[in-house]
C-alpha cells in the first residue's frame, strides 16, 4: 500500500539526514491520514491523488517563487 511505502521511505529519509525529504513525505502522509480520519479509508489511487495535489501545489509555488527565494529552496 502507497501509505506503507510512504512511511518506509519517511523513515529512511530520517535516518540518513535527510530533512527536507522527511519533511514532503511527512506532509504527504499527514494529508492521507487526514482524508483517512474524515472519509474512513483511503485506497491507494486517493492516495496518489493526494500526492499529486501536492506536487502541482508545490510546483505552482515555484513557478511563480523570485530567484532569491527558489535558491532557499
Request: net charge negative.
Amino acid at each position: 500500500m502507497l501509505v506503507d511505502e510512504i512511511k518506509k521511505r519517511m523513515m529512511q529519509a530520517l535516518k540518513a539526514g535527510r530533512s527536507v525529504e522527511k519533511e514532503i513525505l511527512r506532509v504527504a502522509l499527514g494529508e492521507i491520514q487526514t482524508v483517512e480520519a474524515r472519509d474512513g479509508s483511503v485506497d491507494d489511487a486517493q492516495a496518489q491523488a493526494i500526492v499529486r495535489r501536492i506536487i502541482k501545489a508545490n510546483d505552482e509555488t515555484a513557478a511563480v517563487a523570485s530567484d532569491e527565494q527558489k535558491a532557499a529552496l
